[in-house]
């Protein structure tokens, strides 16, 4: 079955410090989303990407969306406390729409 | 935006009862919504895709008759979890399709002692 392979599992960085999280699919995929969870809430929907080599920002946050469509990547700039969570990719393919999570990258931003 | 509202938040349950977890869509109609289980530090797994007016899809491994779902209306879902063990103890959470993603309940703390 699909498989979405998700690295690193953790990261602490100093606030102001760049942080990314990568992900990759065991197959193609037709989208690639992410959330971030903060401690003790639920999974946020930030962006989802659909073309091939996707790239979209949202003001720190960039998101890349490889030319094969099957890894991702979420890139965070000069971080801020309020970075401080769980950032999950959640790959979907096939005909259903399945979805797939990756373990998720928790946070930590030192102030 | 897209709501979905889960409750409980939380709950506390006695070994061998039932508990029912409720997740509405306020402000538009899922026909297919997803229950996800998540332990602490793991991500988030999908035990079924619920779909209004018909049977649940359940994911290989989740027991059907252990977790019963029931999606009555297009705003209503429901997971009950049955016979609950301490095993069970998790955070379930549901989430509906929208066009930019999906969206999620602020899920559901389950205990069981």
């Known amino acids: 079955g699909q498989q979405v392979m998700q690295i690193p599992q953790y990261q602490h960085v100093q606030e102001g410090e760049d942080f990314t999280t990568y992900c990759n699919s065991s197959?193609?995929?037709?989208?690639i989303q992410w959330y971030k969870q903060r401690p003790g809430g639920h999974p946020v929907f930030l962006i989802q990407?659909?073309?091939?080599?996707e790239v979209k920002k949202q003001k720190r946050l960039t998101f890349q969306f490889g030319e094969a469509k099957k890894n991702s990547s979420l890139h965070i700039t000069a971080t801020q406390t309020t970075d401080v969570g769980t950032y999950f990719c959640a790959g979907v393919s096939g005909g259903y729409q399945k979805v797939t999570f990756g373990i998720g990258t928790k946070l930590q931003v030192i102030p | 935006g897209a709501v979905v509202s889960q409750h409980p938040s939380w709950v506390i349950c006695k070994s061998g009862t039932s508990v029912k977890i409720e997740c509405r869509s306020l402000?538009?109609?899922?026909?297919?919504m997803f229950w996800y289980r998540q332990f602490p530090k793991q991500s988030l797994m999908l035990m079924a895709t619920?779909?209004?007016?018909?049977?649940?899809?359940?994911e290989q491994g989740v027991e059907k008759d252990k977790f019963l779902i029931n999606h009555a209306s297009l705003t209503l879902s429901t997971l009950t979890v049955t016979s609950a063990h301490p095993e069970d103890s998790s955070f379930y959470i549901c989430?509906?399709?929208?066009?930019?993603?999906?969206?999620f309940g602020s899920g559901t703390r389950l205990t069981v002692v």
């Open positions: 619920s779909n209004e007016g018909s049977k649940a899809t359940y």
């Open positions: 402000d538009f109609q899922a026909t297919t």
């Open positions: 989430s509906a399709l929208r066009d930019y993603g999906y969206t």
């Open positions: 990407l659909v073309k091939s080599g």
């Open positions: 197959t193609t995929l037709s989208n």
